[in-house]
T-cell receptor
Framework: ETGVTQTPRHLVMGMTNKKSLKCEQHLGHNAMYWYKQSAKKPLELMFVYNFKEQTENNSVPSRFSPECPNSSHLFLHLHTLQPEDSALYLC???????????????FGSGTRLTVV | AQKVTQAQTEISVVEKEDVTLDCVYETRDTTYYLFWYKQPPSGELVFLIRRNSFDEQNEISGRYSWNFQKSTSSFNFTITASQVVDSAVYFCALSEAPSGGSNYKLTFGKGTLLTVNP
């Protein structure tokens, strides 16, 4: 149990579908992140949330829509995706204030997304 | 801007061999943190170690050891007597101290795929 839970683990969706990825952390962290990991590419930071507020959008296309209702939950809403969006989507959390700052991120197991 | 380079894309060794994974970083900050993560086939990134820029002591944890050298901006990772279960992608990462209330952000290298053959 990593403390960061992502669902679903695998998702296959058509280009016209709408789906959502869910991330939940039980670590009391106040920052949450979405990363994209494509084959043969480095991990790409997509979004950063700090105390429920989005603090960074790394030029992500609008077909990806994040939502952070509270510090423990993070969603990534997907609509009209393209086949090149197929990747592993990783959620992470961290402490952004206080003595635990700089202790790195805790990652979930990821959602393997295939767009057909 | 911060940058992490893992020049080795793939390494293949036979069980019980020692293997070193290289990591070179670039940063303008004097305060920063370096990390190693392991990504097994299951997908999650597992935290292995964190080192801050003021602590250049090398560290050993079981079969794992890390060599941090600020003079060469390197933070190399050695697995002694490798095992099949060590097969994974290993990522080196860098985080600079945030400023202005921003978050720590991890910058990852491209990763090194380590395959340990029986």
């Amino acid at each position: 149990e990593t403390g960061v839970t992502q669902t679903p683990r695998h998702l296959v969706m058509g280009m016209t579908n709408k789906k959502s990825l869910k991330c939940e952390q039980h670590l009391g962290h106040n920052a949450m992140y979405w990363y994209k990991q494509s084959a043969k590419k480095p991990l790409e930071l997509m979004f950063v949330y700090n105390f429920k507020e989005q603090t960074e959008n790394n030029s992500v296309p609008s077909r990806f829509s994040p939502e952070c209702p509270n510090s423990s939950h993070l969603f990534l809403h997907l609509h009209t995706l393209q086949p090149e969006d197929s990747a592993l989507y990783l959620c992470a959390s961290s402490q952004s204030t206080g003595g635990m700052v700089g202790y790195g991120y805790t990652f979930g197991s990821g959602t393997r997304l295939t767009v057909v | 801007a911060q940058k992490v380079t893992q020049a080795q894309t793939e390494i293949s060794v036979v069980e019980k061999e020692d293997v070193t994974l290289d990591c070179v970083y670039e940063t303008r900050d004097t305060t920063y943190y370096l990390f190693w993560y392991k990504q097994p086939p299951s997908g999650e990134l597992v935290f292995l170690i964190r080192r801050n820029s003021f602590d250049e002591q090398n560290e050993i944890s079981g079969r794992y050891s890390w060599n941090f050298q600020k003079s060469t901006s390197s933070f190399n990772f050695t697995i002694t007597a490798s095992q099949v279960v060590d097969s994974a992608v290993y990522f080196c990462a860098l985080s600079e101290a945030p400023s202005g209330g921003s978050n720590y952000k991890l910058t990852f290298g491209k990763g090194t795929l380590l395959t340990v053959n029986p």
